[in-house]
C-alpha cells in the first residue's frame, strides 16, 4: 500500500520569458515571488511563485517551448519521504535517486505514458 501524501506541492510551468510570466501571474492571479525559495531561480533553477494565501505554488521555468507536459509535485512529510524513495523503487523495479535541493530533498519519476511527478519534503 502507498504512504499517504499531504497536497499537490507545485507545478512546474514552462514560460519563454519568466520576468514577463511572473508579471503575468502577479496581474492576473495575484501571485508573488516567494522569498524563502528565490535562490533557486539563480543559475536557470525555477522562480517558485505563490498565491496571495501561500497554498498554490509554481515553479516557473525560463525554457524553449516545451511539449505539453508538466510535472505534478507533491508534498510529504519529511518521515514519509523514505518510504515513499522505498515504495517506487520496489513499485518501478529499480533504485530512486534523491535529490538534494538544500532546504528540501524531491525524488523524480514518470507513469507509463511519461508524464512526469516530483515528491518533495522540506527539511
Not at 23 to 48: C, I, K, N, Q
Not at 50 to 70: I, K, N
Not at 108 to 118: L, R
Request: a negative charge; charged letters at 20%; one cysteine or more.
Amino acid at each position: 500500500m502507498a504512504p499517504p501524501l499531504e497536497r499537490i506541492d507545485h507545478i512546474h510551468v514552462y514560460v519563454a520569458d519568466r520576468s514577463a510570466a511572473q508579471r503575468w501571474y502577479a496581474d492576473m492571479l495575484g501571485f508573488h515571488a516567494v522569498p524563502e525559495l528565490a535562490h533557486w531561480a539563480s543559475g536557470g533553477g525555477p522562480l517558485t511563485i505563490a498565491d496571495p494565501s501561500g497554498t498554490v505554488h509554481l515553479a516557473l521555468f525560463e525554457r524553449p517551448p516545451q511539449p505539453c507536459r508538466s510535472t505534478v509535485a507533491l508534498a510529504v512529510a519529511k518521515d514519509q519521504f523514505d518510504a515513499w524513495r522505498e515504495h517506487l523503487g520496489a513499485a518501478l523495479g529499480r533504485d530512486i535517486e534523491r535529490v538534494d535541493h538544500g532546504i528540501a530533498w524531491s525524488v523524480y519519476f514518470s507513469d507509463p505514458d511519461g508524464n512526469p511527478y516530483e515528491i518533495t519534503c522540506y527539511v
